[in-house]
């Protein structure tokens, strides 16, 4: 089955202590990237990633990292969170084709930062 | 990027057909009219998209304006299980980012 996995579901974390979200998708899409959902603005775009070792910063990036060493994998890092930072967080991928016109979500990740 | 304009919610009963408006009036002729669902508690999805022509898949169908200023997503047979936040969302192929820009949506409620 086609999927876009998070790991982890649901996090509390207390400020300053770092955390990785994972997500992963077996359909061997070149673009990931990452969304923040908040209320009232919607879904934002954190980071992006068109391939293996290509990553650049959507609209949102500040205290957020990415890295992108193998195409299955996307992982956000989150070096010091802040209590700003709490959100619902989805990883997306698609194929980069001109023609391409699906984005695959994940199921998200709920992240409180105290 | 051009903005979509939706109603912030919707009714509808359970076994009827139901029409999301959108309206776009800057839509430029390169942009593509696309549609997402996000169900509670899951990401978005992809419903259907167009570009001048209406559109039918199993999920939707995508009637779009002779002049591109407005589309309408219609459910031919709403279930309790359509109740979701609808997201009319341009895009503009070619662009690096592959960015959707989700805008508040319609929440659609589905009466049984």
């Known amino acids: 089955e086609a999927q876009v996995t998070q790991n982890p579901r649901y996090l509390i974390t207390v400020t300053g202590k770092k955390l990785t979200v994972t997500c992963s998708q077996n359909m061997n899409h070149e673009y990931m990237s990452w969304y923040r959902q908040d209320p009232g603005l919607g879904l934002r775009q954190i980071y992006y990633?068109?391939?293996?070792?290509?990553?650049d910063k959507g609209d949102v990036p500040e205290g957020y990292k990415v890295s992108r060493k193998e195409k299955r994998n996307f992982p956000l890092i989150l070096e010091s969170p802040s209590p700003n930072q709490t959100s619902l967080y989805f990883c997306?991928?698609?194929?980069?084709?001109?023609?391409?016109?699906?984005?695959?979500f994940g199921p998200g990740t709920r992240l409180t930062v105290t | 990027d051009a903005k979509t304009t939706q109603p912030n919610s919707m009714e509808s009963n359970e076994e009827e057909p139901v029409h999301l408006p959108c309206n776009h009036s800057t839509i430029s002729g390169t942009d593509y009219i696309h549609w997402y669902r996000q169900l509670p508690s899951q990401g978005p999805e992809y419903v259907i998209h167009g570009l001048t022509s209406n559109v039918n898949n199993r999920m939707a169908s995508l009637a779009i304006a002779e002049d591109r200023k407005s589309s309408t997503l219609i459910l031919h047979r709403a279930t309790l299980r359509d109740a979701a936040v609808y997201y009319c969302?341009?895009?503009?192929?070619?662009?690096?980012?592959?960015?959707?820009?989700f805008g508040t949506g319609t929440l659609l409620a589905v009466q049984p």
């Open positions: 990633s068109m391939n293996v070792e290509v990553t």
């Open positions: 969302i341009l895009r503009r192929y070619g662009g690096a980012t592959n960015k959707l820009i």
């Open positions: 997306a991928s698609s194929s980069h084709r001109e023609t391409s016109y699906e984005q695959y």
